[in-house]
């Protein structure tokens, strides 16, 4: 029996990956906060239910990929929230990235009503949504991995079990730690070699070929040498995402030094107003605290 999937939130990464499972064969019904990103879906040959429990109600498998912890508590949890339709035997698989701890709270009350949930957040940003390459770390039931497991190969090319519930978005945390340090630190060397009279296309060419290089010298490159910061991924989210892990860091009892440092400049970022830009643009604070722009 092919599953019927519903889909809630469809932002910069949420369209995309429905778009692919649409493309894959899937019957899909979608629901979003503003109705026009889901009319636009209507197009592709989704059904646009009115509510997160109207999408409980038509689906086997609903996925959330929703901004923040307290929008996927109240899509699953609040009022017309999915745990008001979801029927008994039901998957919700969470690709958002929010806290393990609401994670685990949610996923015992989907559990009361007879159904399962999946933590399965993401990385590899929006070109990996678009073109169904993303890295997919799933915490959960072995037995709901499997069972989900055709749709994560729609949306990803890595797809990996992880762990029990919360490990998905633990698995996330790391990552996001590295992501955040790396733009840091390249956007450091940037402002350093750039001040020192040398080009940022030779220094990120340079220090590409070595043990320097990283993806995010690959991927970011344009923003970095444009300044046009379009997300992509926006600051405001990974602001989010190093909450998650500092707090998960405080509760382990682990020491998160250059993370709590990188922390504060994305909060700053904010407060500059530049929370709506690519994470990239960190570079601006570093030029910023400098008083030199690259370039
Ligand atoms: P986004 O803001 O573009 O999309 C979120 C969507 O959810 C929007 O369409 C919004 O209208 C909708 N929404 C918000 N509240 C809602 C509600 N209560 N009910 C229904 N719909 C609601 O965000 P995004 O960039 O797509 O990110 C989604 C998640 O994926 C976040 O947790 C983010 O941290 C994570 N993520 C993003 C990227 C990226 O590169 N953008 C990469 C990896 C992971």
Do not use: C
């Not at 989704?46 to 498998?61: F, G, L, N, R, Y």
């Not at 499997?146 to 994560?152: I, Q």
């Not at 320097?212 to 992509?232: C, I, Y």
Request: glycine share 12%; aromatic share 4%; no cysteine.
């Amino acid at each position: 029996m092919v599953e019927k999937v519903g889909f809630i939130g469809l932002g910069i990464m949420g369209k995309p990956m429905a778009k692919n499972l649409i493309s894959a064969g899937y019957e899909l019904t979608v629901y979003n906060r503003s109705p026009e990103k889901a009319d636009e879906l209507a197009g592709d040959g989704a059904t646009v239910a009115e509510s997160p429990k109207d999408v409980a109600a038509q689906s086997d498998i609903i996925v959330t990929m929703l901004p923040d912890s307290p929008q996927v508590y109240e899509v699953v949890a609040g009022e017309n929230g999915i745990l008001e339709g979801i029927s008994d035997g039901a998957l919700v698989v969470d690709m958002s990235t929010i806290s393990p701890v609401v994670t685990e709270e949610l996923a015992v009350a989907v559990k009361e009503k007879g159904a399962s949930m999946l933590d399965a957040p993401v990385s590899g940003g929006d070109v990996g949504a678009i073109e169904g390459t993303l890295s997919i770390m799933v915490g959960g039931d072995e037995g709901d991995f499997e069972r989900a497991k055709p749709l994560f190969e729609v949306m990803g090319k890595t797809v990996t079990h992880v762990g029990p519930t919360g490990a998905g978005q633990v698995t996330k945390a790391a990552n996001q730690i590295v992501v955040a340090l790396t733009i840091e630190a390249v956007s450091e060397a940037l402002v350093l070699g750039s001040k020192g009279g040398v080009a940022p296309e030779k220094i990120l060419d340079v220090l590409g070929g070595g043990l320097a290089g990283n993806k995010v010298m690959e991927v970011k490159r344009e923003k970095f040498l444009s300044h046009t910061f379009d997300p992509g991924f926006r600051s405001e989210l990974h602001h989010k995402d190093l909450g998650i892990a500092l707090t998960a860091g405080r509760e382990y009892g682990v020491a998160l030094p250059v993370t709590a440092i990188v922390d504060q400049m994305l909060l700053a970022m904010r407060k500059k107003g530049w929370g709506g830009e690519d994470h990239s643009a960190l570079l601006r604070i570093i030029e910023d605290l400098s008083q030199h722009e690259i370039g």
